[in-house]
Each structure stands twice: as C-alpha cells, then as structure tokens.
C-alpha cells in the first residue's frame, strides 16, 4: 500500500470514529505513522486529504455502480437499474460513516464537492443514454440519491422487507415487475 493511501485510510479511520472535527494534518500522520512532513508531501493541507478521501467514496461508488451495471440485463434504464440497485446495496457508500462526515466537511467548504460534481455529471449521461423517459428515470434516481443522503445521516425508512419492497417499486416504475 502506497504511502499515500494509507494516509487516506487513517484520515478515514479518523473521521469515522471522531468525526471531521477531529481530523488534521498532525493526527492523520500519527494515525498513519508517517511524519507530518510526509503528509505534507502528498497533501497540501487538510482540504486536499478531505478531496483525496471524497474521492475514495466517490471510487468505491463507482466501482459499485460498474459492478450492478455488469449483471444488469441490457435494454431501457439499464443504468437505472443499477442506480437503484446499487442504492439498496448495505454495502455500499451510503452505510460508511465517513460519507456523514465528509458531507459536513462539503458544507463547509463547497469547493470540496467538485470531484463529486464532475462524477455525477458523468453518471447522468449515461442515464440519459440509455432512458427512453428521462424524467421518469431521473425521479427514480432522485429518490435514490434522497435514500442515499438518509443512509449517510443515519436514518432508516423502514426494516430490511420494506427497503427490498421500496426497491421493487422503483425497478416497477422503470418497468421491471419482476423480483431479482
């Protein structure tokens, strides 16, 4: 592991047990045990490593979405699918406690969203590329960015059956009506 990423991890280790509060150049070198001067040389400053660590979501995000989009069968809002596919995953991003915390730390700073701006871009052309009704597509993936930002903040619709029924309803509204 590069010098680099296990300073991201502990940045993330930080965040994720203290909160963003609590994260600065000293203790991410401490965390990580490397010298601040270490630190300092793949990272300008505390913004750049909370850039670095938006990324690593922003990553794992996308590897996930590539994954659900693999196994989705082709044809109309296929990355639809994968959105809300993806979006129920208790694996995935919106279940990591760093994403609450990075999320303040963005509402600090709006410039720290940039990376995650360009990413989305990205997501909605392939949206539009494969949406026979764009507008029913991107209500389904607004939905599914709202159950993200409820999952970051902690808070739950409902059990396990009422989030895979949730689910079904948004793969009907695309117009999948069968259970995967």
Excluded at 42 to 48: A, E, I, L, R, T
């Amino acid at each position: 592991m590069s010098a680099r990423d296990k300073i991201i991890d502990a940045a993330m280790a930080i965040v994720r047990d203290s909160g963003v509060a609590r994260l600065t150049l000293d203790e991410a070198a401490r965390v990580a045990e490397v010298s601040k001067g270490g630190v300092l040389y793949h990272f300008k400053g505390k913004d750049d490593l909370i850039r670095a660590m938006v990324g690593r979501l922003i990553d794992q995000c996308d590897s996930l979405h590539r994954a659900y989009y693999e196994r989705e069968p082709e044809g109309p809002y296929r990355w639809a699918r994968t959105m809300v596919r993806s979006a129920f995953d208790p694996a995935g991003p919106a279940n990591n406690p760093v994403g609450g915390a990075l999320l303040a730390a963005v509402a600090v700073n709006r410039e720290l969203v940039a990376p995650l701006k360009v990413k989305y871009d990205e997501w909605q052309e392939r949206l539009r590329s494969d949406s026979p009704d764009m507008e029913r597509a991107a209500l389904v993936c607004t939905a599914m960015d709202g159950l993200f930002l409820q999952r970051v903040l902690g808070l739950r619709l409902g059990d396990v059956a009422g989030e895979a029924r949730l689910m079904q309803a948004a793969l009907d509204v695309l117009g999948e009506g069968v259970d995967s």
